[in-house]
């Protein structure tokens, strides 16, 4: 699992790869929450085009990075889901908190 970030202006894009699981959560959140810190972001993104995988560990990433951010007064979107990972982030409940644009709505 890795995590590449770019930034523009005030905008934070984590482009995320691989399984999210127990071990690869925490290096993730290491990485967005230090990004997020330098940064300043109004807003922060994160794209899950190239996650192949994600169970629980993925759902507490994206709620730890909403209350971190929320707190900054800056906001989290999710993109690039899969069927299966949007499916997985609206039975969580996520999708009432955070914006979530999945691939099956782009077609």
């Known amino acids: 699992m890795s995590v590449e970030i770019k930034v523009k202006d005030e905008v934070l894009t984590g482009y995320l790869s ?3 699981d127990h071990h ?3 290096g993730l959140r290491t990485a967005i929450d230090r990004a997020v810190e330098v940064n300043m972001p109004s807003l922060v993104i ?3 085009e190239r996650v192949s ?6 759902i507490g990433l994206i709620m730890g990075r909403y ?9 989290l979107n999710i993109t690039g889901t ?3 990972l949007y499916k ?6 996520i999708e009432r908190i955070v914006k979530i644009e999945n691939k099956e709505k782009k077609q």
């Open 67 to 75: 209350k971190n951010l929320s707190k900054r007064g800056a906001t």
């Open 82 to 84: 899969s069927p299966y």
């Open 24 to 26: 690869s959560a925490s």
């Open 53 to 58: 995988f994600m169970d629980s560990s993925g």
């Open 88 to 93: 997985m982030m609206r039975l969580s409940g």
């Open 18 to 20: 691989g399984e999210i």
């Open 46 to 48: 994160l794209d899950f």
